[in-house]
Every structure is written in structure tokens, then in C-alpha cells.
């Protein structure tokens, strides 16, 4: 059974700083890894999704990478700013999912002026 | 486009009334996924709907939850009789495809409070 594992759970850096999310998954066989972003009080923004195929995707100052044989993900967050203060979650296709999304419980990052 | 559009934002009710959440989805999108996210459980997926019809009800925690979706553009939640542990945010999500592909939209969430 796939599972998704994120870390930190939280994570408090100042302003400037360059930052890294981690996301690992137990089983390798995926369609695509996704990374969402949460706003406290609203919905799911997606951010960027990495296809099974791909090492790599970047947006702006935002750039996930994917290595499928370790079953990690990460998310760089470059030059951090208070805006980016969110909760980040990740989130696998499985290929033997019945076409549901497996989801990290998130990481709640602040960015300190 | 609005995005996914989501209807009450915030219900309190008492245990034991209906309560009928409510969802448009995106104009065009063939996949609409309805979830439940609580503090101690994550993000859950009820239910999704393809071309209208459930495919996939096994996050559906009893029978009090059913949902419909009568067209491409409206879909419902409703919860008969409420109780407390329903207490969560519920999502509605929409995608033009769901295998592999694309990702999902979601909506504001509906903030349900059952007392």
C-alpha cells in the first residue's frame, strides 16, 4: 500500500534563506508526483507536477525534483519571502490507485521577515 | 474561468439535521472528487464522480454520506443525520482527466461545524 511521508511537519527559516521540502514514498510505481501549496482557510493550489518520467520541474523560484528508484521528492524554495508561509503538501499517483491521489499530511512552513 | 465553486463556505448545524454541501465544478472538467480534511486524518477522498457518474465510493465513511452529481456542472454532498466527528473541512475538486495526466482544482472548501 502506497504511503507518503513528509518532513518536517513544520519548518520556521527568515526571510532570504533557501529552503528544501522533503517528500518519500513506499512504492515506485507512479504516474506523476504532485506538490500543493494551502493557504491557511482556503483550497489547494497546485504547484508543480513532476511526471513519472521527468527528474524535474521548476516554476520560478520553486523547483521539485523527483527520483522514483529512492521514492523522494523535493521541493527547493529559492530566496524565501513571508508570502511563501503555507502548508506545502505532496501528493503521488499511484498506477494501482483507481485513479486517487495518495497524500503527505503537508509541511506548515513560516518565513520570518 | 472561476475555478471550482463551493457553497456554503461555513454551515453550523446541530447533530442530527441534513446538511447538503454543494459544488460547481470547472467548465469542461470531466473528474470531480470530493474530500474531507481534518487535523487528525489529512485530506480524505469521499468520492469521485467521471462524466457524472460515482466511480469510486469506497472513502465514504456510512450511509448517513451519499452524493450526487445530476449534471457536468453541480454536485452534492449531504449528511443524514450529522454528528459531531463530521466536523471538517470538505473539498471539491475537478480535472479535465484523472489518469496520470492532470492535476486537480480545488475549491475554497466548505468549514462544517456540527454541534
Known amino acids: 500500500k502506497q504511503e507518503v511521508t513528509q518532513i518536517p511537519a513544520a519548518l520556521s527559516v527568515p526571510e532570504g534563506e533557501n529552503l528544501v521540502l522533503n517528500c518519500s514514498f513506499t512504492?515506485?510505481?507512479?504516474?506523476?508526483l504532485q506538490w500543493f501549496r494551502q493557504d491557511p482557510g482556503k483550497g489547494l493550489t497546485s504547484l508543480l507536477l513532476?511526471?513519472?518520467s521527468q527528474r524535474e520541474q521548476t516554476s520560478g523560484r520553486l523547483n521539485a525534483s523527483l527520483d522514483k528508484s529512492s521514492g523522494r521528492s523535493t521541493l527547493y524554495i529559492a530566496a524565501s519571502q513571508p508570502g511563501d508561509s503555507a502548508t506545502y503538501l505532496c501528493?503521488?499517483?499511484?498506477?494501482?490507485?483507481?485513479?486517487?491521489?495518495?497524500w503527505g499530511a503537508g509541511t506548515k512552513l513560516i518565513i520570518k521577515p | 474561468d472561476a475555478g471550482v465553486i463551493q457553497s456554503p463556505r461555513h454551515e453550523v448545524t446541530e447533530m442530527g439535521q441534513e446538511v447538503t454541501l454543494r459544488c460547481k465544478p470547472i467548465?469542461?472538467?470531466?473528474?470531480l472528487f470530493w474530500y474531507r480534511q481534518t487535523m487528525m486524518r489529512g485530506l480524505e477522498l469521499l468520492i469521485y464522480?467521471?462524466?457524472?457518474?460515482?466511480?469510486?465510493d469506497s472513502g465514504m465513511p456510512e450511509d448517513r454520506f451519499s452524493a450526487k452529481m445530476p449534471n457536468a456542472s453541480f454536485s452534492t454532498l449531504k449528511i443524514q443525520p450529522s454528528e459531531p466527528r463530521d466536523s471538517a473541512v470538505y473539498f471539491c475538486?475537478?480535472?479535465?482527466?484523472?489518469?496520470?495526466?492532470?492535476?486537480?482544482?480545488f475549491g475554497p472548501g466548505t468549514r462544517l461545524l456540527v454541534l
Open positions: 475538486a475537478s480535472s479535465y482527466t484523472s489518469i496520470g495526466g492532470e492535476t486537480q482544482y
Open positions: 467548465s469542461g472538467h470531466d473528474y
Open positions: 464522480f467521471n462524466n457524472n457518474v460515482p466511480i469510486d
Open positions: 513532476i511526471q513519472s
Open positions: 512504492d515506485s510505481a507512479i504516474y506523476n
Open positions: 501528493a503521488v499517483y499511484p498506477m494501482d490507485s483507481n485513479y486517487q491521489l495518495i
